[in-house]
């Protein structure tokens, strides 16, 4: 949410969630600002495709799903 606080007008976010649950709590707090697109799958593999931006620069922060790890 501090991201989405920050974007401006012209901004893109894309957020990513595997966990179900999460997703839909996820997508129900951003789903009327359409400059927010979640997505229900893998943000590590996903994203790449996204690479680079059309706007020439970007930032990827991801936070590792450390249920798949243990």
Same mark, same amino acid.
Do not use: C, W
């Given at each position: 949410? %501090? ?11 894309? @957020?990513?969630?595997?966990? !179900?649950?999460?997703?839909? @709590? @996820?997508?129900? &707090? ?5 400059? %927010? ?6 943000? @590590?593999?996903? !994203? &790449?495709? &996204? &690479? ?9 922060? %991801? ?8």
């Amino acid at each position: 949410m %501090i991201a989405a606080n920050l974007l401006r007008k012209q901004d893109r976010l894309f @957020l990513y969630d595997l966990h !179900s649950t999460e997703y839909k @709590l @996820l997508n129900a &707090l951003v789903e009327k600002d359409r400059r %927010i697109r979640t997505l229900h799958a893998d943000g @590590l593999v996903d !994203s &790449l495709g &996204l &690479l680079p931006p059309k706007e020439r620069r970007g930032l990827v922060l %991801i936070d590792p799903s450390y249920e798949l790890f243990r």
